[in-house]
């Protein structure tokens, strides 16, 4: 049972929008700033959205994150081949003491 | 351009222990915290620790403690990931990352594969 759930997964069609939930408490996303991860098969993964919404320089601005409450969202405006991958949210749990990942989803282009 | 260069693909029995390193190439760590972070096949991402290596102080996850020991070489920039009382379950990549400020993850490691088989 993981502590951010995420739906498992999740689809459109090129050019189309997809949105990504990350449900969480207070105790993580309600106190602090969400970050989330691209991971492509046999990649690391990678840095898609600090902050709650801030994207680094690098990463097209076509994926955007925003947060109310104990909930945060991922979405991808535009959709492309290459955006086929998984998706996790993270935050950290101050009742757990821990980093935590959401339980990831799966974004497929169809 | 600093990068995480990890150490080798491992293959342990069960019970044993494996050590995976983590240098920093092109570069230092500087004041930045290394976490570990691994993915069991089919599974997500679990985080297992994290040190600050300036100054030695590491903190593990729940689910770890007693079984993990994160440390790091400040003059050689190297952290290393310790995984004690191996078991199939633990079949991972392991990753390593640099930690910025907001608690993000901006540099990876490429990912060391340990396989623990009989």
């Known amino acids: 049972q993981s502590v951010l759930p995420q739906p498992p997964s999740a689809s459109g069609t090129p050019g189309q929008s997809v949105a990504v939930s990350c449900s969480g408490g207070s105790s993580n996303i309600g106190n602090g700033p969400v970050t989330w991860y691209q991971h492509l098969p046999g990649t690391a993964p990678k840095l898609l959205i600090y902050?709650?919404?801030q994207r680094p320089s690098e990463v097209p601005d076509r994926f955007s994150g925003s947060k109310s409450g104990t909930s945060a969202s991922l979405t991808i405006s535009g959709l492309q081949s290459e955006d086929e991958a998984d998706y996790y949210c993270a935050a950290w749990d101050l009742d757990l003491d821990d980093y935590v990942f959401g339980s990831g989803t799966k974004v497929a282009v169809l | 351009q600093v990068q995480l260069v990890q150490s080798g693909a491992e293959v342990k029995k069960p019970g044993s222990s494996v050590k995976v390193s983590c240098k920093a190439s092109g570069g230092t760590f500087s004041s930045y915290t290394i976490s570990w972070v691994r993915q069991a096949p089919g599974q997500g991402l679990e985080w297992m620790g994290r040190?600050?290596?300036?100054?030695?102080?590491?903190n593990y996850a729940q689910k770890f403690q007693g079984r993990v020991t994160i440390t790091a070489d400040k003059s050689t920039s190297t952290a290393y990931m310790e995984l004690s009382s191996l078991r199939s379950e633990d079949t991972a990549v392991y990753y390593c990352a640099r930690v910025r400020e907001y608690g993000d993850y901006d540099l990876w490691g490429q990912g060391t594969l340990v396989t623990v088989s009989s």
């Open positions: 902050n709650n919404y």
């Open positions: 040190i600050i290596p300036i100054l030695g102080i590491a």
